[in-house]
């Protein structure tokens, strides 16, 4: 086995060092999240998919739900018969073909995705509090030379 130095055993402290905090980050901003969906009765796959439904728009079915989230189309059925008994989806029968439902956010569900993208302003307006546009260009530019790294590695 070779003999590591005492600035490379440092320099591999730091690694360490820096994944553990950007891991525990990650898991704060989960967390922070997760608080929000139940406190509005919500599991986090339901909301995960009323935000997805939000972003693909009107005209989505469970088949496009299904293949955007990467989950089976049974399991996109389970959470919208959730979602759809509280009142937040409804499911409608299109005009254009009788066997395609498409899937509708209601009043109640579009004030849900509301709150929650005013919600995650206001996680990440608290997470960067204190850093200038500067520092946050420059940790930016530091998790994008990481990102790459990684890259070189899969």
Do not use: W
């Amino acid at each position: 086995m070779p003999r590591v130095s005492k600035a490379q055993k440092e320099m591999e402290n730091l690694y360490m060092q820096t994944l553990n905090q950007f891991f525990g980050i990650l898991k704060l901003h989960r967390n922070a999240i997760e608080r929000y969906t139940t406190e509005n009765g919500m599991q986090k796959n339901q909301h995960k998919l009323l935000l997805t439904l939000s972003r693909l728009g009107p005209e989505a079915c469970q088949r496009d739900l299904a293949e955007s989230m990467h989950i089976t189309p049974a399991a996109v059925a389970v959470t919208l018969k959730k979602l759809e008994k509280a009142g937040i989806v409804e499911k409608v029968i299109s005009e254009k073909d009788n066997r395609y439902n498409r899937i509708i956010i209601t009043e109640k569900g579009e004030k849900i995705v509301k709150e929650s993208y005013e919600m995650f302003r206001s996680i990440d307006t608290q997470a960067f509090e204190g850093f200038s546009e500067e520092e946050m260009a420059q940790l930016c530019g530091y998790l994008e030379r990481v990102r790459e790294n990684f890259l070189k590695l899969v």
